[in-house]
């Protein structure tokens, strides 16, 4: 077979690549490892940045989104007995999306627009360096395939194949604490969500729709979430949430998943090698504390796609060739929110830390300067900055 553009990878990024893509005139083949009924279960991120919205939006799939999501002003920070609002649209006029990635990705698989072969295995990237790069796989029913390509985009995460293809720089930092995250049949306690600093630790109010709520709990590395029981979550979260504050009640229900997330960042520089691009978690990893991960995939591939369109279109290069740079400025500077954020909020044995985190806070709260701050950076730069 031959394509133009061989995706590896059919998550959010991969497919959306392929969607926009196909509206610049560009055929793609898309390659996934998993199965779509997989893929489309997987409970990732569910906050849409505002430059997410809009990109989605212009390019046709957000008309679920708005009718569907859950759009939010901001944020509560909680700490030391007290709840604090930051109110981003007063701060900087952009808003916040509640917007799971599965529902992302029911939207890309109706849309129609990806060329997807699912269940492969194999996969292999060859001539990366050629301007004739090919990939390899073994299809659903076992056979041996071949995809030439003018261009392999890798959107197959930290796991895949991709990454391994592009000779690379990374930086890395492994985070001593993870997070208990569990879903449960209970509507939201809170009408936004809410980011917790206890000296027990960390704590999160998200959710995923008017019936289902979404939480977390920072745990020591290696917690096997067994070891939580039900009750004993719940008990956490309201100690931790500020249950019984200003009269405020964490209504507790049936649990559906309990997972253990470690908390890591990771980057790797150049996202590009001869006619290679990495886009999302391929290239890149940030703690979930800044709700970055899939807003930079998705800022990659609106970058990646308008490159590869004037490459394989006009014969313009220059969009390819600075592909890497541009997407790395955005990815630092997530990166560093995400730290930024993860170390304000979770706790250590350490007294002096939690001073400083402490400071922290009560600046953020209390300057239009560090608030505005926190939600420029939380609703979403514009794509490219």
Not at 263 to 286: E, K, W
Request: contains cysteine; hydrophobic residues 40%; charged residues 20%.
């Amino acid at each position: 077979m031959r394509t133009q553009v061989a995706i590896i990878g059919a998550g959010p990024s991969g497919l959306l690549l392929s969607h926009l893509l196909a509206q610049g005139g560009v055929d793609s083949v898309v390659l996934e490892t998993r199965s779509q009924e997989y893929v489309a279960s997987r409970v990732r991120a569910g906050i849409l940045e505002q430059s997410s919205v809009d990109l989605l939006t212009s390019v046709g799939l957000g008309d679920r989104l708005r009718a569907e999501g859950d759009e939010h002003r901001g944020i509560y920070l909680n700490f030391a007995g007290e709840r604090h609002h930051l109110d981003f649209v007063d701060l900087t006029g952009r808003s916040v999306w509640v917007y799971g990635q599965t529902e992302v990705q029911k939207d890309l698989v109706a849309a129609g627009t990806a060329d997807a072969r699912y269940e492969v295995t194999d996969v292999q990237l060859h001539d990366v360096d050629s301007d004739r790069p090919y990939v390899t796989y073994v299809d659903a029913a076992n056979t041996p395939k071949r995809l030439d390509a003018d261009v392999i985009a890798g959107c197959d995460g930290s796991f895949g194949p991709s990454r391994q293809a592009v000779p690379a720089e990374h930086f890395e930092r492994t985070y001593p604490y993870s997070w208990l995250g569990i879903l449960a049949d209970v509507a939201p306690s809170t009408d936004e969500l809410i980011y917790a600093w206890h000296r027990n630790g960390f704590a999160l109010h998200s959710m995923r729709s008017p019936t289902v709520s979404r939480l977390y709990l920072q745990v020591p590395n290696g917690t096997d979430p067994a070891s939580w029981s039900d009750e004993r979550i719940w008990d956490e979260l309201a100690v931790r949430l500020g249950h019984g504050q200003d009269g405020w009640k964490l209504t507790p229900g049936p649990i559906t998943e309990k997972s253990v997330l470690p908390m890591r960042s990771y980057v790797q520089t150049p996202m590009r090698h001869g006619r290679v691009f990495l886009a999302g978690d391929a290239a890149h990893i940030v703690p979930p504390t800044g709700a970055k991960g899939l807003n930079l995939a998705i800022a990659d591939v609106s970058l990646l796609s308008k490159a590869l369109i004037a490459m394989l279109t006009e014969n313009n290069h220059e969009l390819a060739d600075s592909y890497s740079d541009d997407a790395l400025r955005r990815v630092w500077r997530c990166t560093h929110f995400s730290w930024w954020m993860t170390t304000m909020l979770h706790t250590s044995d350490d007294p002096f830390d939690a001073q400083l985190q402490l400071s922290q806070l009560k600046w953020v709260t209390t300057s239009n300067a560090g608030a505005t701050g926190l939600a420029e950076n939380y609703a979403g730069l514009p794509i490219g900055f």
